[in-house]
T-cell receptor, first 110, second 112 residues
Framework: EDKVVQSPLSLVVHEGDTVTLNCSYEVTNFRSLLWYKQEKKAPTFLFMLTSSGIEKKSGRLSSILDKKELFSILNITATQTGDSAVYLCAVHGNTGKLIFGQGTTLQVKP | DAGVIQSPRHEVTEMGQEVTLRCKPISGHDYLFWYRQTMMRGLELLIY????????DSGMPEDRFSAKMPNASFSTLKIQPSEPRDSAVYFCASSSNIGEQYFGPGTRLTVT
C-alpha cells in the first residue's frame, strides 16, 4: 500500500532557528513529490521534486529529494513567526493520486 | 485567474439532509480533485476527474457520497443523506498536470 510518513509531527522553535522537516515514502511508480504549506486555510504549493539530488530553493525555503533512500527534506532557515503552519508532503504515483502525509505542525515563537 | 472557486464556504445542516458542494476549477486545468480534511484523518482524496471523467473514486467513503463533473468548468460533490461524521472541510483542487495542484478555499461542513 502506498504511504507517506512525515516527521516530526510537531515542532516548536524560536525565530531565527533553522528547521528540517522529513518526508519518507513508499509508492508504486513514483512520479513526483510535492510540499505544501497550510495555514488556516487551503494548502498552498511550495515545491515539486522529480529528480534526486537537485535542490529547489525559494527564499529561505529549500527542498531536496533522494529517490534511492525514498525521502525528501524541507529546510527553512532563519525562521519567522509567519512560517508557523502545517507542512504537508505528498507523493504522486502511477495512479494519478496524490498520497498525503499526516503533516508536520511547525510553531515559530518570537 | 480567480483561482479555484468553491461554494458555499460554510454549510450547516441537520442530519439526514442533502448537501451539495460546488467547485469551479481554474480555466484550462484538466484535472479536478475533491478532498476531505479532518483533525483525525488529515487530508484524504475522495475522487478525481481527468477531462470530466472520474478516474479514481476509491476514496469516496460510501454510497451516500457522489460526485459529478458535467463540464470542464463545474463539479459537484453531493452527500445524501448527511451524517454528523461527515463534518469536515471539503477542498476542491485543480491542476494542468499530474503534479502541482491548486486548492480552493474549502467548504466547512457541519452536520448536526
Amino acid at each position: 500500500e502506498d504511504k507517506v510518513v512525515q516527521s516530526p509531527l510537531s515542532l516548536v522553535v524560536h525565530e531565527g532557528d533553522t528547521v528540517t522537516l522529513n518526508c519518507s515514502y513508499e509508492v508504486t511508480n513514483f512520479r513526483s513529490l510535492l510540499w505544501y504549506k497550510q495555514e488556516k486555510k487551503a494548502p498552498t504549493f511550495l515545491f515539486m521534486l522529480t529528480s534526486s539530488g537537485i535542490e529547489k530553493k525559494s527564499g529561505r525555503l529549500s527542498s531536496i529529494l533522494d529517490k534511492k533512500e525514498l525521502f525528501s527534506i524541507l529546510n527553512i532557515t532563519a525562521t519567522q513567526t509567519g512560517d508557523s503552519a502545517v507542512y504537508l508532503c505528498a507523493v504522486h504515483g502511477n495512479t494519478g493520486k496524490l498520497i498525503f502525509g499526516q503533516g508536520t505542525t511547525l510553531q515559530v515563537k518570537p | 485567474d480567480a483561482g479555484v472557486i468553491q461554494s458555499p464556504r460554510h454549510e450547516v445542516t441537520e442530519m439526514g439532509q442533502e448537501v451539495t458542494l460546488r467547485c469551479k476549477p481554474i480555466s484550462g486545468h484538466d484535472y479536478l480533485f475533491w478532498y476531505r480534511q479532518t483533525m483525525m484523518r488529515g487530508l484524504e482524496l475522495l475522487i478525481y476527474f481527468n477531462n470530466n471523467v472520474p478516474i479514481d473514486d476509491s476514496g469516496m467513503p460510501e454510497d451516500r457520497f457522489s460526485a459529478k463533473m458535467p463540464n470542464a468548468s463545474f463539479s459537484t460533490l453531493k452527500i445524501q443523506p448527511s451524517e454528523p461524521r461527515d463534518s469536515a472541510v471539503y477542498f476542491c483542487a485543480s491542476s494542468s498536470n499530474i503534479g502541482e495542484q491548486y486548492f480552493g478555499p474549502g467548504t466547512r461542513l457541519t452536520v448536526t
